[in-house]
């Protein structure tokens, strides 16, 4: 049945599946958290002793993923792209099953470990499987943050979950493996999908698998194989294809890139806008919330609660980049919040380093303020947008290299924020905060002068954004670049008729312009 889909449906059902996929993500970063506390979960594993034990079983997979996401750029461009999610969602059942079925630490870091590894696959494969399903620029960004979205829903789902198996351990103490087996639930779905659907056109291209990429374009298109749009479309890629073949790189562009069409630029960035995310220190204050509401003088209770009700919000913030990021822009988007985030950072810590004297039950309130507003500010600028950025402004050969490294970047950060932070709020307290205020504007500024804008764009558009003049020209020649500008000038000025996906919502206005140019 899923092989005779084409179109909207088509493209719905793979956003389905690595939404499952994305969700999964989400879903395995905060089921432990409810749990690994839980005196019936510390005796399964046998009450470990050691202070740092369970931090080490909550965050092990951040390295695990973080390696995973390396290993990807060696073999992702061989396996493809949606065999890595597949590979993703086999590790992830895995993993879940020997964690579910743990009775020692040793167990249970292993089941962590291969979990997050499959993780890794996934973080690396999926925007990279979604921007080139999208064939509309305007699709590309909307559903990158649609999968990030699903991403951070899944943190409050695993908590709240938790939450309802952890009410009856008194009676039955095993029931804390049934959250933790419940990712597999995630895999299983994305890969019940994913085993009937087909890879993405440009990988098929790029594999000389020329009748397969055919038949793929057209479907997506919901169009005949030799109709003028799925045509033009071809010849873009394949003249992409063959303008990157021309692209030497090698270790060194990644510091100091002066290459044609600056590959190693491209992919410095992809790592780079991740890794600074984290750095802007959201993770700090999801993984710290409660002990940071504690430092404001408040019950264990309250501070359970309030942090609850950040995470709700978090997620309920990053929804609305789905409708605004086309709109905005990437660049606009994440320079703009994070001078937002920046602004939020240091009235926080201002409010939370005032002489004793001077803090009182408004104060303290005041800065719980604050972090709610610097979670609806990230969640807006800076999960979506640095997610889809890096995978598209890679070049089709090195795309699978620029999401591994941009999830490697994501992990690393994590690992250096969580565990720098953490001890750092015990060691001076909201002081510590001053680390990601700074960040914020540093950020601000790498964005301002190292991110062009690639909204609106094509991803073989994006190919000429970075590529040197002489470049430019020979691009323009092979119908790439301004004759692509051209043509989605041209087909913005029409009128619409109808409300069709994935270019052909604009067939009927724009078939003369298109076989002109074929």
Known sequence: MLSKLEGRKLYKVMSACCGSAFMLYGYDAGVLGGIQTTPQFLNAIGNPKGFFIIPIIASIYNLAAAAMSLAVTLFGMQLGRRKTILLGDLFVCIGAAIQASSYSVGQIIAGRIICRMGIGCIASAVPTYMAEMSLEARERGPEVCWQVALLITGIPVAYWIDLGFVQGLETRPYLWRIPIAMQSCFAIFSAGGLLFLPDTPRWYYYHNRIPEADAMLARLHGLPENHPIVQTQ?????????????????????????????????????????????????????????????????????????????????????????????????????????????????????????????????????????????????????????????????????????????????????????????????????????????????????????????????????????????????????????????????????????????????????????????
């Open 234 to 518: 071809k010849n873009e890629v394949l003249t992409s294809i063959a303008e990157e073949d021309n692209a030497k790189f090698n270790i060194w562009n990644l510091f100091w890139d002066t290459s044609d069409y600056q590959v190693g630029r491209r992919l410095r960035t992809s790592f780079l806008i991740l890794f600074a995310q984290q750095f802007l220190g959201i993770n700090m204050l999801v993984y710290f919330a409660a002990t940071i509401f504690l430092h404001l003088g408040y019950s264990h209770f309250l501070s359970g609660v309030l942090a609850a009700v950040l995470n709700t919000v978090f997620a309920l913030a990053s929804y609305p980049p789905i409708w605004y990021i086309e709109k905005i822009g990437r660049r606009a988007m994440m320079f703009w919040t994070s001078i937002g985030c920046g602004i939020c950072m240091l009235v926080y810590v201002v409010l939370t380093t005032l002489p004793e004297t001077k803090q009182n039950v408004g104060t303290n309130w005041a800065a719980v303020a604050i972090i709610m507003l610097y979670m609806i500010i990230f969640g807006f600028g800076w999960l979506g947008p640095p997610w889809i950025y890096g995978p598209e402004i890679a070049p089709l050969k090195y795309r699978h290299i620029a999401g591994g490294l941009a999830a490697c970047g994501e992990w690393l950060s994590t690992w250096v924020m969580v565990f720098g932070g953490g001890t750092g709020i015990e060691a001076v307290g909201p002081k510590i905060f001053i680390w990601p205020l700074l960040c914020c504007f540093i950020a601000t500024g790498y964005v301002w002068f190292y991110c062009p804008e690639t909204t609106g764009r094509t991803l073989e558009e994006i190919d000429y954004l970075f590529a040197k003049q002489h470049i430019r020209d020979r691009m323009d020649d092979m119908g790439v670049g301004q004759a692509g500008d051209r043509r989605r000038s041209s087909a913005h000025s029409v009128e619409k008729k109808e409300v069709r996906p994935f270019g052909a919502q604009q067939i009927e206005n724009i078939d003369t312009t298109v076989t002109t140019q074929v």
